[in-house]
């Protein structure tokens, strides 16, 4: 079961997926339960960053007018492999620095380690790795990882606390989509509270997480929006009478 804090979150960034959707030439829908383990594995892969790889399930295509309803001015069909299914199975493939990460281990691309992964063994439709305490944003290596995709790559990121050796890192431009909490901030009176951190949530970990960011984007460079999707395909705040999100 998804945290209740987390499908707020997940709410309310699928209100700005669909807010921003015509800045987009494409779409993919990732379930709550996969991200919310994507999450947990990595906290609990700390200092790392984490490499995952990510199937999609291809008796579950998009829900249609789900679909319809994030699609923007302007589409791309047939972008990128996978297009227009939902995310399913996921596997930690590596952990490491921020460029030893990209990299796959011999016993992801050697036969005789594939038989719980079937024929594809370590080659994943789509990509996604962390960024610890750092915002996710594209660096380099991430674009140049990302030209071995066949579907797109995603970074999360996590602000966290405690932060152990890794203090959070702001020092990066470009665009981030950050997952907001719906509930406004209580009003601090104290000067240490005022400048305090949100506690979004608390992982298995033990970590408080200050802040989520996630993006997807293709090899071309041009971003893929997300929606964040229950097990029937609908994405979290819709309502099935009016055919959108909640306001």
Avoid: C
Avoid at 17 to 26: I, T
């Amino acid at each position: 079961m998804v945290e209740a804090w987390l499908v707020d979150l997940m709410t309310t960034y699928n209100r700005d997926s669909h807010a921003q959707r015509n800045g987009y030439l494409a779409q993919i829908h990732m379930p709550g339960e996969v991200f919310q383990t994507l999450i947990w594995w990595s906290l609990q892969s700390l200092p790392d960053e984490i490499l995952v790889g990510i199937d999609v399930d291809a008796h579950r295509p998009h829900q249609r007018e789900v679909e319809a309803y994030f699609e923007g001015d302007e589409v791309r069909k047939n972008l990128f492999q996978g297009q227009g299914y939902v995310l399913n199975e996921a596997h930690i493939v590596n952990r490491g620095d921020s460029y030893s990460v990209h990299h796959l281990p011999e016993d992801w691309t050697d036969d005789m380690f594939s038989s719980d992964r079937g024929s594809r063994a370590g080659r994943f439709t789509h990509w996604l790795h962390t960024h610890p305490n750092a915002p996710a944003i594209p660096s380099g290596a991430d674009a140049d990882a990302s030209q071995e995709t066949q579907g797109i790559d995603m970074i999360l990121g996590l602000r966290f606390s405690p932060e152990g050796p890794l203090p959070w890192f702001d020092d990066v431009e470009g665009t981030r989509r950050t997952l907001k909490s719906s509930k406004p901030k209580k009003r601090k009176r104290s000067f240490f509270a005022r400048h305090a951190l949100p506690v979004l949530g608390k992982a298995p970990s033990g970590h408080a997480i200050h802040e989520i960011q996630l993006i997807g984007f293709h090899k071309s460079g041009v971003g893929v929006n997300i929606v964040f999707v229950d097990e029937e395909g609908y994405p979290f705040g819709w309502d099935p009478r009016t055919g959108q999100l909640l306001p």
